[in-house]
């Protein structure tokens, strides 16, 4: 990428991220962003169509980072606990940054994306799971459950809360292999 291309993608990232922190992405507007960034509109209207479409190009490359953090995403099917220590690991290492884009009405975009980009990566490994619905539910769980759990209990000792949450992720993997049990084996 030619440097000076670079140098302004980095300012109006650099821009946006200052705004964003400040007010919510709707009350955002391209003249203030272009203002901050010491560019004009045409420079910005040259990367991209609109702030949202920067916003979403963040939050994309954002998640990547996350995702792209995680050593073994497949561990989710294999190694439950050990997945989620390093989803939480990956969510710390990029906390204030995800604060800042994912705040307001882009909040819950974070997980949905994350859950999205960790499940096309375990059907690229196990096939056979995309049309399992019970394994979707229980990775829609543990993906979900183990984010929101995480976010609304980080006050605590870290370690702790990334243990539990590891634990119950681990439970969920159980609560799989007993419905197939039961599907095979059906209760009388």
């Given at each position: 990428m030619d440097l000076r291309i670079e140098k302004t993608e980095r300012g109006i990232k650099n821009a946006f991220i200052q705004l964003r922190s400040k007010k919510p992405l709707e009350k955002i507007t391209v003249r203030e962003l272009c203002?901050?960034?010491c560019i004009n509109k045409s420079t910005f209207y040259s990367h991209y169509r609109d702030i949202?479409?920067?916003?979403?190009?963040?939050?994309?490359?954002?998640?990547?980072?996350?995702?792209?953090?995680?050593?073994?995403?497949?561990?989710?099917?294999?190694?439950?606990?050990?997945?989620?220590?390093e989803l939480c690991f990956a969510y710390l290492s990029q906390n204030t940054l995800t604060m800042i884009i994912f705040s307001g009405s882009q909040r819950n975009n974070l997980v949905d994306?994350?859950?999205?980009?960790?499940?096309?990566?375990?059907f690229q490994k196990y096939p056979d799971c995309r049309e399992d619905a019970v394994w979707n539910i229980v990775l829609s769980y543990c993906i979900q459950g183990a984010y929101h759990t995480f976010q609304r209990n980080r006050e605590g000792d870290m370690n702790t809360l990334i243990e539990v949450?590891?634990?119950?992720?681990?439970?969920?993997?159980?609560?799989?292999?007993?419905?197939?049990?039961?599907?095979?084996?059906?209760?009388r």
């Open positions: 203002e901050l960034a949202y479409d920067l916003s979403d190009n963040m939050e994309e490359e954002l998640v990547r980072s996350i995702i792209n953090s995680i050593s073994h995403p497949e561990y989710i099917m294999e190694h439950p606990a050990e997945f989620t220590k994306r994350i859950e999205t980009s960790i499940k096309e990566m375990v949450i590891g634990r119950l992720t681990e439970g969920a993997k159980g609560v799989y292999e007993y419905t197939l049990m039961d599907a095979v084996h059906p209760p």
